[in-house]
């Protein structure tokens, strides 16, 4: 064989890959978000407890959490609110009739996002000192307002090579490759990760600054050959006259308010804490960062990779087939979450101290941690829901109704948290506990209207299994809690944090386990469905071609 056939078969091998793959399953790609959302989420802890190691509860990191919150809101506003769940659905439709029309489209939305990230960032950059001061309810110092200042500038740049990241994200989702997208956010973590270790010793706060730059730039760079396998070509256009321009358009804007009331609710969040205490702001995000952990690896995962079926399935109006779709994902989220949630609310303590644990975070930041977490890890099951029942809405091409939804109940969740804290001086973890209770109100209301738009779900169906996994959730936290209670007191000395992993380690294990054998017990149908996909989820390698030896 000739060189050149050889470089040819190589290529072929390559693109053909189990990397370059598309998943056509919901399962399978679930699957393989889920395993990567949960190392991001691994990596994610690692990075915070990097954070708690070199910065603790100082000035400088609460300074650095404000800072990030609105080119995190840019981000959000453009990426999760125009791009993720509104390109996929239109683009997947297009993808199926004309490709190269949906390329084009496709180089239209893109070109329109670019052009209003860049009014926004340069409206922001203006206007950062006065950003910054009113983020932190004019409590930080003159040195403390020019720091952020710097960060916040800085990340704002950043900003539009992660942007540039996640549409490329978007168009590999379109195509049902998720296995590109899914690495790229590990690799931004790594940057991060990156940043805090190399130059934090040196330059501060500024190195996560820079680790933000760094994981952007990975971000965007492990998802081109994917790209460039689809044949996708980037032609900047404004055709504001495009079909799928004015469709899109047309959704986008719902969408963008139900992430803005979203957004601006987190940030709210921020300046509460930051009226309680500084370090309560760094209490704050510890603990969401601890309880988001389930709701990536299966809530998100289990929604996006749903969607492109989803919306697949309402084109082609089969209301049947949508809804036994939706109430499989639902049931399997529930199934997936519950024992967590659980899990986390009885180990909260163990949890933290594993995660945050170093000599510059204090006990009593990590009992107010773990305080906070137990109030968050009730709203895991709701959130996780949650995330599918919007994209349930928006497979419908309706970003409308979750965007009312979500304000309303947003606006309650402002109202009674500002009463709690202003009025009753409630410390920080009266912000995860409204949290948690508007999480079910916005759940249970998007999800009656969802059932009236789709003229009823099976609801005896879903009310069936979500009884026997409640039951069994239950009980394995009672289980639960009397061994790590014994472990704790009895056999080992979790002072020392080796005895600390193992006791948590043989807890969750055995938690997990006691959960499988009550879901056995009561006849849940989902662990039947688990069992099933792990017996038929195989990833098989393409071969090289038998005319290659491995010595040419």
């Known amino acids: ?76 506003i453009l990426v999760v609110g125009a791009i993720s769940t509104i390109l996929i659905p239109v683009l997947s439709g297009d993808l199926e009739k004309n490709k190269e029309k949906a390329y084009e489209s496709a180089s239209v939305v893109i070109t329109g996002i670019f052009f209003v990230f860049l009014i926004m960032a340069t409206i922001f950059f203006i206007l950062a000192p006065q950003i910054i001061n009113l983020l932190s309810v004019g409590k930080f110092s003159g040195y403390e307002n020019h720091l952020g200042t710097t960060l916040f500038r800085l990340m704002v740049g950043a900003q539009l090579i992660l942007i540039a990241g996640s549409m490329v994200s978007s ?85 963008i308010i139900s992430v803005l009331t979203a957004n601006i609710a987190g940030t709210i969040d921020n300046s509460f804490a930051i009226l309680i205490s500084d370090p309560s702001s760094i209490i704050l995000r510890f603990a969401n960062q601890l309880q988001s952990f389930p709701v990536n690896i299966f809530g998100i995962s289990l929604a996006s990779a749903s969607l492109p079926t989803l919306a697949a399935e309402c084109s082609s109006e089969d209301r049947d087939k949508f809804k036994k779709t939706f109430i499989t994902s639902l049931t399997q989220m529930v199934f997936l979450t519950a024992p967590l949630s659980a899990i986390l609310l009885v180990l909260r303590v163990p949890a933290v101290r594993l995660v945050y644990g170093t000599p510059e975070f204090p006990w009593w930041a990590t009992v107010t941690t773990a305080y906070t977490l137990a109030f968050y890890s009730l709203s895991i099951v709701p959130q996780s829901v949650n995330y599918l029942i919007t994209r349930a809405f928006y497979a419908q091409k309706d970003t409308l109704t979750p965007a009312i939804v979500h304000v309303a109940t947003t606006l309650i969740y402002i109202g009674l948290t500002a009463t709690l804290i202003l009025r009753a001086k409630y410390e920080v973890w009266v912000i995860a506990f409204t949290f948690s209770v508007t999480s079910y109100l916005d759940t249970f209301l998007l999800f009656y209207l969802l059932n009236r738009k789709v003229k009823g779900f099976d609801i005896e169906r879903i009310s069936s299994s979500l009884t026997k996994i409640g039951y069994s959730t239950l009980l394995m936290g009672l289980a639960l809690y009397i061994p790590i209670k014994l472990l704790d007191q009895v056999i080992f000395d979790t002072a020392k944090t080796i005895n600390l992993l193992m006791l948590t380690g043989i807890a969750g294990l055995f938690g997990m386990l006691t959960y499988l054998l009550l879901t056995k017990f009561f006849n849940v149908q989902e662990i039947e469905l688990l069992y099933k996909v792990m017996r038929k989820l195989k990833f098989k390698t393409e071969q090289l071609p038998q005319d290659i030896k491995p010595t040419e």
């Not at 190589?10 to 793959?21: A, D, E, M, P, V």
């Not at 940043?195 to 990975?218: E, M, Q, R, T």
Request: proline content about 6%.
């Open 1 to 76: 064989m000739g060189s050149m056939e050889l470089i040819s078969s190589l290529r072929k091998f390559g693109t053909n890959s189990f990397l370059y793959r598309s998943q056509n399953t919901i399962l399978s790609a679930a699957f393989i978000l889920a395993i990567a959302s949960g190392a991001n989420a691994v990596l994610g802890l690692i990075k915070n407890r990097l954070l708690a190691g070199y910065f603790g509860i100082s000035p400088e990191l609460t300074v650095f959490f404000t800072a990030e919150k609105i080119p995190n809101m840019i981000y959000a």
């Open 171 to 255: 168009l590999l989702q379109s195509h049902k490759k998720f296995i590109f997208p899914a690495l790229a956010p590990l690799l931004y973590n790594v940057g991060m990760i990156l940043g805090i270790i190399i130059f934090s010793n040196k330059l501060g706060i500024f190195g996560p600054a820079f680790g933000v730059l760094i994981g952007a730039v990975l971000h965007l760079s492990i998802q081109l050959p994917a790209l460039a396998q689809t044949g996708f070509k980037f032609k900047p256009s404004l055709n504001l006259k495009n079909k799928t321009m004015i469709k899109t358009l047309g959704l986008i804007p719902p969408r």
